[in-house]
């Protein structure tokens, strides 16, 4: 159980166009979804929580209106990575909670490779 | 504010035992995480420890001071598929994982 599929595993885009990642959980309702970046050689930086129908906390440093994240069901929740340039180009990484557990145990998708030529 | 600190490398010999340390500075404790990641993957759970003591998982296993702010993660009878990264995170108040930078293990023959 609890499994968080992302699609796609990998894309590759040109340099001012838009793509958007998916992040479903399988088996399970997501009240809470979290988006990570990961550079080459560093560690999870979270961009942002969302939490089903409403708008989602990013962090500081964050631009929201570049990374757009919709989270619309219990199921799904999207980031639109809008004008991308190269240096978006990362490793990104969802995850996900049910809520269920005391410690509220985050359940990760198995991450976008993104890269803008 | 809040710090988690672990070394960035080690290495080991395959069969041989490794202890990963990991010292954190939070403001409150909601428990510590131990995840394994393996290059260009998702992170996956190993362990959560929220009492002080020793988890015993097969050949993994995690220990909490609260006290002194300290865990670490013991692998036993190393294998060549435990070549990977092992993150230490810690919740804040809004259970968002605050996340160790990560380290690197390398296992050899």
């Known amino acids: 159980g609890a499994v968080v599929s992302q699609h796609p595993s990998w894309v590759i885009c040109k340099s001012g166009t838009s793509v958007k990642i998916e992040c479903r959980s399988l088996?399970?309702?997501?009240?809470?979804m979290f988006w990570y970046r990961q550079f080459p050689k560093q560690s999870l930086m979270l961009m942002a929580t969302?939490?089903?129908?409403?708008?989602?906390?990013?962090e500081q440093g964050v631009e929201k209106d570049k990374f757009l994240i919709n989270h619309a069901s219990l199921t799904l929740s999207t980031l639109t990575v809008t004008s991308a340039h190269p240096e978006d180009s990362s490793f990104y990484i969802c995850?996900?909670?049910?809520?269920?557990?005391?410690?509220?145990?985050?359940?990760f998708g198995p991450g976008t490779r993104l890269t803008v030529l | 504010g809040q710090n988690i600190d672990q070394p960035t490398e080690m290495t080991a010999t395959e069969g041989a035992i490794v202890q990963i340390n990991c010292t954190y500075q939070?403001?409150?404790?909601?428990?510590l995480f131990w995840y394994q990641q393996h290059a260009g993957e998702a992170p996956t759970f190993l362990s959560y420890?929220?009492l002080d003591g020793l988890e015993e998982k097969g050949r993994f296993s995690s220990f909490l001071s609260r006290s002194k702010g300290y865990s670490y993660l013991l692998l036993k009878e190393l294998q060549m598929k435990d070549s990977a990264s092992y993150l230490c995170?810690?919740?804040?108040?809004?259970?968002?994982?605050?996340w160790g930078a990560g380290t690197k293990l390398i296992i050899k023959p």
């Open positions: 995850s996900a909670s049910d809520g269920l557990t005391s410690y509220n145990e985050q359940f």
């Open positions: 420890n929220v």
């Open positions: 969302s939490n089903e129908g409403s708008k989602a906390t990013y």
């Open positions: 995170a810690v919740p804040d108040s809004n259970y968002q994982l605050i």
């Open positions: 088996d399970f309702q997501a009240t809470t």
């Open positions: 939070t403001s409150g404790f909601n428990g």
